[in-house]
């Protein structure tokens, strides 16, 4: 039991420290395709630093993430 315990405040932990390398960018952001395409994004976006992967919502509210290799830049108002 005392394993298991130790094991869950670890997990605990690590989870918490993973979300400090994300960064909320305050929108509306204009995000650049890779084929020049662009997504408008009327709220936030979330970065994660490690990955570069880029989250954000579209305006029915459904969740879309953008690996790095899917976009070229970014720009936020």
Same mark, same amino acid.
Request: with cysteine; charged share 15%.
């Given at each position: 039991m005392r394993s298991f315990l130790f094991l869950l405040s670890f997990l605990v932990l690590? /989870?918490?420290d993973t979300l400090q390398d994300v960064n909320e960018i305050k929108g509306p952001c204009t995000i650049v395709l890779t084929?020049? /395409?662009t997504v408008v994004s009327n709220g936030n976006i979330e970065i994660m630093d490690k990955t570069g992967t880029i989250t954000y919502r579209d305006d029915a509210g459904k969740i879309w993430s953008l690996f790095k290799d899917d976009y070229q830049s970014y720009a936020c108002n």
């Open positions: 690590y /989870s918490c084929d020049g /395409s």
